[in-house]
C-alpha cells in the first residue's frame, strides 16, 4: 500500500517536506510545542463522536434557541463549564447541552474570551 506523501512544514515560510503525520520540520517543532493537542489527544476521539451523537438524538433542540421562543435543530453538544482537560468533567453529562453553532460561538467568544487553554 503506497504511503501518503510527504507535506511542507506548517511554520510560515518554512517549505521542507516532513511526514504527513507530522506539522513541522525538526528545526520548528521546539518553537511549536506548546501549540493545542489534536482534538482526540483533547478527547474529542471516538468515545466522544458516539456519545455527542446519542445526545444530539435526546436533545436536538438548542437550549439558548428554545429559551428565546425559537425551534432550532442543535449540531453542537457544548460543555457548560469548560473542562480544560479535566476529564470527570468532560464526561459529566450534567455538564452537557445542545447548541446551534450559532450560540456556540457566541457563547465561546464571550464567556471563553481571554482564557487559554492547555491540554
Known amino acids: 500500500m503506497p504511503r501518503k506523501p510527504d507535506v511542507p512544514c506548517k511554520h510560515p515560510g ?6 504527513y503525520n507530522q506539522m513541522y520540520c525538526d528545526e520548528h517543532k521546539p518553537l511549536h510545542s506548546h501549540d493545542r493537542e489534536y482534538a482526540c ?3 474529542y476521539g471516538r468515545a466522544w463522536q458516539r456519545e455527542r451523537k446519542k445526545y444530539l438524538q435526546l436533545h436536538p433542540i438548542c437550549v439558548r434557541c428554545y429559551e428565546e421562543g425559537k ?6 453538544v457544548d460543555h457548560i463549564v469548560p473542562h ?7 464526561w459529566d453529562r450534567e455538564n452537557w447541552q445542545s447548541l446551534c453553532k450559532h ?17
Open 14 to 19: 518554512c517549505a521542507r517536506l516532513v511526514p
Open 41 to 43: 489527544e483533547r478527547g
Open 84 to 90: 480544560r482537560g479535566d476529564m470527570k468533567l468532560f
Open 71 to 76: 425551534i432550532v435543530p442543535a449540531t453542537v
Open 103 to 119: 450560540h456556540h460561538d457566541v457563547k465561546t467568544k464571550t464567556e471563553d474570551r481571554d482564557v487559554e487553554y492547555r491540554f
